[in-house]
């Protein structure tokens, strides 16, 4: 895992300010005006920041140090991936919603963009930039949006359309799984059990085929059920980039992207830096990842995190349906019973966790993929999940979810509102644990 790029240093506080925002978009949110548009709403509320220009519909301070946040984000990835020059020149555009209605509508009316409801990068011939909201969206969920959002305008604005799309969304998934409170980072389990298989296999795509794909060919890929694992394979793939090796490395992968920010194509740009310019050279880099992916470990702090989310993402349907449960072992099996997945579809910084796979509710055990030689552990023995104690009434947050036994992980799973409404839902986050 790479441990020199500039963002895994200098990013922690955008968490924070990304937590701010939450909370004091819920403190200070106030009726909105009857048939005023959000566009409308916010002519007069413009400001610039170092990197964006801002249009903002929340408190003005939590609008000025959510554009800190993103500057210094913005900054950090500039730095860690070598400082490319722009194709596009002046501010780009930052946009922060307190509902996700607005947002949704604004980037359809003002810019012709079907865009999710959390944060995103956009680009249409009508403009271009990021938007975020964090209405009834868990705050890492939020942050790791946010970060994607970030990498992939700034790639976008000094690439253009240059970069294969499988080394975008490779390099998205990295920075957005940057850790900003000093625990350990990287990838867990679950996306790990993927790439095994996809390193494993003798019909799936190599590394030739991922780089080659064109923005059609990878829509098309995407859209015919192999979504997760070109997404994780391709996260794979930038992960064996920019591990530190002979002829690999941070160094080499940035002065690929220089030159093709400068022009050059992006098979012509690898041919250069790697040296792959044969069949048998491409085999031979073939085989270097897939050696690399097969011995590749896991986090074990990721691993929590991202179950724990899973965990959270299954309460949380749960406590609307009104059926809580009130043990963990209870919990599992309403979540097998409803087949969930979580999250519902691939997104950078996070590995698709599902019910029915081998060791979903634990937090050091195998997925049970196929090419995973780990085994779970008995859950009376080391690290496991507890369920806190259920609250009864209405309105009342579902129980939190403690790491229990494992005194280096410090994790437990909390919940909170985005929205004064107390008919809003409550959202989960992770924080640390006693």
Not at 237 to 242: I, P, Q, S
Request: glycine residues 8%.
């Amino acid at each position: 895992m790479v441990n020199n790029l500039a963002i895994y240093a200098s990013t922690r506080c955008a968490t924070r300010l990304l937590v701010a925002l939450v909370m004091a978009s819920t403190a200070n949110a106030s009726p909105q005006a009857a048939k005023s548009s959000w566009w409308d709403r916010t002519a007069n509320s413009q400001f610039s920041a170092q990197s964006h220009r801002i249009r903002s519909d929340l408190p003005q301070a939590t609008s000025q140090s959510t554009a800190e946040g993103i500057d210094r984000l913005w900054l950090s990835v500039d730095s860690g991936l070598g400082q490319l020059r722009p194709r596009s020149l002046g501010l780009q555009q930052a946009l922060l919603f307190f509902s996700q209605e607005d947002l949704t509508e604004t980037l359809r009316t003002q810019f012709a963009v079907d865009a999710p409801s959390e944060a995103c990068a956009f680009f249409s011939p009508l403009g271009q930039g990021i938007a975020v909201c964090t209405e009834d969206t868990p705050p890492p969920v939020c942050t790791r949006a946010l970060t994607a959002a970030i990498v992939g305008e700034y790639l976008r604005i000094c690439c253009g359309g240059d970069l294969p799309p499988a080394l975008q969304t490779g390099l998205a998934d990295l920075l957005a799984r940057v850790d900003h409170s000093g625990l350990e980072s990287g990838i867990g389990e679950a996306g790990l059990a993927v790439t095994r298989d996809c390193a494993a296999s003798t019909t799936g795509p190599r590394v030739r085929d991922l780089l080659l794909m064109d923005r059609d060919a990878w829509k098309l890929g995407q859209a015919t059920g192999a979504s997760e694992q070109l997404n994780e394979q391709a996260s794979s793939v930038v992960r064996f980039l920019t591990a530190q090796g002979a002829s690999i490395g941070l160094a080499h992968f940035q002065r690929y992207l220089r030159l093709v920010c400068e022009g050059t194509m992006s098979a012509d740009a690898f041919a250069l830096v790697y040296g792959v310019r044969d069949d048998a050279g491409w085999e031979q880099f073939d085989a270097r990842w897939r050696a690399f992916a097969l011995a590749e470990k896991p986090s074990a702090t990721e691993t929590v995190r991202e179950r724990l989310a899973f965990l959270g993402e299954g309460l949380r349907a749960l406590d609307g349906e009104g059926a809580t449960p009130s043990d963990l072992a209870r919990l599992e099996l309403e979540l097998k019973e409803r087949d969930i997945v979580s999250p519902a579809q691939w997104r950078p910084g996070f590995s698709q966790v599902r019910s029915q796979a081998q060791g979903a509710g634990d937090p050091t055990g195998s997925t049970g993929a196929s090419g995973s030689a780990a085994k779970p552990k008995p859950r009376a023995k080391g690290a496991h999940f507890e369920l806190g104690a259920v609250q009864a009434g209405v309105g009342k947050a579902p129980p939190e979810i403690l790491v229990v036994g494992d005194h280096k992980i410090r994790l437990k799973l909390i919940w909170l509102k985005t929205r004064p409404e107390p008919e809003a839902p409550w959202v989960w986050d992770i924080g640390r644990g006693n």
